[in-house]
């Protein structure tokens, strides 16, 4: 991560422009569990039609300021310009920097497959059906399925980075063009999805998670989402390997209120995994369970009104909870309090779902809130908890 550090400087005082760069606001960190002032800041910078924050805090004796992790932008160079400008205007004697900047950038050849999240919320629209497999892994089954249908639009979702990297080069050589590639977690990802636009999703070989049975794909919450997506006649397809996790899928669709189940043992795909390969000649068994979707379902809303009532900051900072609220549907976390003055300030919060929490800086300026860069994804686990955060900031 780009940082400097420096010693010998002059005061910071904001807001100040330098070299086109304009630092808006310098906040400082309150403990608000010991109510004491601390020695690291907050920087507020807009720069390019971007707006980041930057760390200063103490090193030994002498001063570093970095990247805010949770605010990174890109390209990098744009912090960078950042935080030489600052050090030359402050006046800093450089003890270390990796900041010099670089004049050109590689363009991945794959960047047009692989997305977002944002991409799905805001700007994702296609007339095509839509299918989707989740946990690709070596991408053998996506590309197959992907190459014998290019009218239909595939979206597929991983987590595992080498397995993404895979695929992408795999989609750049065999000129595939209608599949997008997303690094989400697949239990919250179909909340992005209209209604009644997907004919298939695809959950081959799911990691069980015998032990953490919690980190299973298949939940009732999934099933509901996969129905409300799928059109009539659209499936779900489970293929595993693992009794167990059949057992447990099998369990959840058979308490529906309604559907169509099919159940295969041991049945052959034109397309297999490698992995796949190895178990049938190990003579082990696989399952497959696939869900029919019987009725079309509502249209479902992502706007969401994500603004705050007026927050009294001084107040704030003596009542603020110090301790996480984790309640079934969601988590908020109240990590860190940075002030400006009496009236305004930075909060860092972690909100949203349990399993994929979003870190977040609150930014309050005269008592008017507002999430700095940009408002949290519209998913229901951030939607439950954005309102119980403006509850607990009253």
């Known amino acids: 991560m780009p940082h400097i550090v420096f010693n010998n400087y002059e005061d910071i005082k904001t807001p100040f422009e330098k070299n086109g760069v304009l630092f808006n606001f310098c906040a400082q960190s309150y403990n ?3 109510k004491e002032r601390r020695t690291e800041y907050k920087i507020g910078v807009s720069y390019e039609n971007k707006e980041f924050l930057l760390t200063l805090k103490n090193k ?3 001063k570093m300021l970095k990247a805010d992790k949770i605010t990174r932008v890109t390209p990098v160079t ?3 310009d950042a935080l ?24 991945q050849p794959q960047k047009e497959y692989l997305k977002e999240i944002d991409y799905f919320v805001n700007e994702f629209q296609t007339t095509k059906e839509i299918q989707i497999e989740i946990g690709f892994g070596s991408g053998r089954h996506l590309l197959y399925q992907a190459k014998n249908n290019p009218d239909v ?5 991983e987590i595992h980075t080498p397995s993404i990297e895979q695929l992408l080069k795999q989609l750049k050589i065999q000129n595939i063009t209608n599949v997008l590639v997303v690094n989400y977690d ?18 081959h070989f799911p990691v069980p ?3 953490k049975p919690h980190r299973r794909i298949y939940s009732n919450a999934f099933i509901d989402e996969a129905l409300r997506v799928l059109k009539p006649s659209g499936t779900l397809e489970l293929r595993t390997d693992s009794r167990k996790y059949f057992d447990f899928c099998v369990g959840l669709l058979t308490n529906l209120n309604s559907g169509k189940i099919t159940i295969d043992i041991n049945k052959d795909l034109q397309v297999s995994s490698k992995y796949e390969d190895r178990w049938k000649k190990q003579g082990k068994h696989i399952y497959d369970v696939v869900l029919e979707a019987q009725k079309e379902d509502e249209d479902i809303n992502l706007k969401h009104d994500f603004s705050f009532d007026e927050i009294d900051l001084e107040k704030l900072v003596k009542n603020i909870p110090s301790k996480p609220m984790v309640e079934e549907d969601f988590v908020i976390n109240i990590e860190e309090v940075f002030t ?9 919060v972690t909100i949203g779902s349990f399993n994929r929490p979003l870190s977040k800086y609150i930014y309050i300026e005269n008592k008017k809130a507002r999430y700095f860069q940009g408002n949290p994804l519209p998913t229901s686990a951030n939607i439950k908890a954005h309102e119980r955060l403006k509850e607990i900031l009253k």
């Open 186 to 203: 697949a239990r919250l990802f179909m909340e992005f999805i209209n209604s009644n636009k997907v004919g298939k999703i695809f959950v």
């Open 84 to 107: 030489n400008s600052f050090i030359q205007k402050v006046e800093g004697n450089i003890v270390f920097s990796n900041t010099n900047s670089f004049t050109a950038l590689k363009i």
């Open 32 to 34: 608000f569990t010991d």
């Open 78 to 80: 744009i912090v960078k």
């Open 340 to 348: 400006i003055d009496k009236d305004s300030g930075l909060i860092q």
């Open 60 to 62: 030994n004796e002498d």
């Open 209 to 211: 998670w015998d032990k």
């Open 153 to 157: 639009q595939f979206i597929g979702l």
